[in-house]
């Protein structure tokens, strides 16, 4: 398994406690990017920015990242552009919650 591989299903045990789907399937990650074989760089929003989750919701994304043996590093951007939609949530998503 690749290492991309690998980060998205770390990424994908990390749920938004508002929305019973995972936070890769909502479309809450923009960007996935490894460099030098073991530093991540990830680029993730929250569903709107008064979230209640706002901080712990990206370190537990962190948390989870760092597990795997091969990653020395994260780093982690919260951004807000573009703002995130329900658009951009995957078909899987859609379906489980009816949209």
């Known amino acids: 398994m690749?290492?991309?591989e690998k980060i998205?299903?770390?990424i994908k045990k990390v749920y938004d406690p508002e929305i019973p789907v995972n936070i890769y399937d909502l479309g809450l990650?923009?960007?996935i990017e490894v460099k030098?074989?073991?530093e991540a760089y990830i680029?993730?929003?929250?569903?709107?920015p008064n979230c209640p989750v706002a901080d712990s919701l990206p370190k537990m994304v962190k948390e989870n990242i760092n597990s795997i043996e091969e990653i020395k590093k994260v780093d982690l951007k919260l951004v807000w552009s573009p703002p995130w939609t329900k658009d951009m949530m995957s078909e899987e998503a859609k379906l489980?919650?009816?949209?």
């Open 2 to 4: 690749k290492i991309k």
């Open 8 to 10: 998205i299903a770390e």
């Open 29 to 31: 990650i923009y960007n």
């Open 36 to 38: 030098n074989e073991n």
């Open 43 to 48: 680029e993730m929003t929250l569903t709107s």
């Open 96 to 99: 489980e919650l009816n949209l």
